[in-house]
Nanobody
């Protein structure tokens, strides 16, 4: 596995914003699908948003549509997750992961498809 490095987590009040970053060391994301997962306390890890680097297409889970935006910087080989209008239910550890190839939406949550994971970054939303 190739490690990924995340940054940008923290604490924010409801309605606030955070931006997460995910960078790869020693690899390129070209041709990969990179996905943000999150795991809230007592819950299973689930996919939140994905970016397919081959064509730039994106996917979002319903609960974050219209609030989160996934993007990339090809020159920096970095993926971002802009999170706006954060709510307490967004509190979780967020992970980025990379899979070789283009994953279809129904397979984004299949963790065995991913060969690179970040260490996780905590996002806490509370007043």
């Amino acid at each position: 596995q190739v490690p990924l490095v995340e940054s940008g987590g923290g604490w924010v009040q409801p309605g606030g914003s955070l931006r997460l970053s995910c960078a790869a060391s020693g690899r390129t994301f070209s041709g990969h699908t990179t996905t943000w997962f999150r795991q809230a306390p007592g819950k299973e890890r689930s996919s939140v948003s994905a970016l397919r680097w081959s064509d730039g297409s994106t996917s979002y889970t319903d609960s974050v549509k219209g609030r989160f935006t996934i993007s990339r910087d090809r020159a920096k080989n970095t993926m971002y997750l802009q999170m706006d209008r954060l709510q307490p239910e967004d509190t979780a550890v967020y992970y980025c992961a990379a899979a070789d190839g283009r994953l279809i939406t129904s397979r984004l949550g299949d963790e065995e498809k991913y060969d690179g994971w970040g260490q996780g970054t905590q996002v806490a939303v509370s007043s």
